[in-house]
């Protein structure tokens, strides 16, 4: 009989259709970069509902031969820790490019439960993500936040108050979550590959 564990759980979070990894150094220009392996935004509820997910992009560094690489993903709401994923990429011997599409459930609910702002008693909630892997070096950090369509009112709130870069924000259409997680990754794959 297989037995549930938190552990099992945490590697099955991280889907690998919502992956890519390819050997080189370079990150795509629609990333923003983020600085010492960690992300971080505030969101308000209104805009926490209309977030779909959050797109990594990880240059990874390989040095001194063939590394079985692995990382943890670390997220936190308002300074709580949330669910710690972990997984492995594989084993490399050049520089990679690892790109992961994490949607917002994953992050910040599932094992813990939704995000309740009434617990904070805050209209505001600091989102963060630390980054850390084993086996080789993050020589680079990019990001991308998915959402759906922002009112102009709500977009304008966002940058009134500072609370998100907007060169960090992607709109998506209407549709189920993970069906555009992986639209959004099959049309990079498409154009990274030229086909």
Known sequence: MNEFTVEKCRYSLISPNLRIVRPGGEMPKEFVLAKDSTISFMASQEFFHKFRGLVLCIVVGIEDGEKEISFDIMPHVHGQKRNVLSSTLGSFD??????????????????????????????????????????????RLGYMLRCTPLENDLKVMLEDNQLVDPAVLYEDGDGHPYEIAKDFIRRFRERETGG
Do not use: A, P
């Open 94 to 139: 050049s520089d990679h490019v690892w790109i992961q599409y994490l949607q917002s459930n994953v992050l910040w609910g599932v094992l813990e439960g939704g995000v309740d702002f009434g617990q904070f008693n805050e209209t505001y909630l600091r989102f963060s993500i630390k980054l850390r892997v084993s086996g080789g070096t993050v020589k």
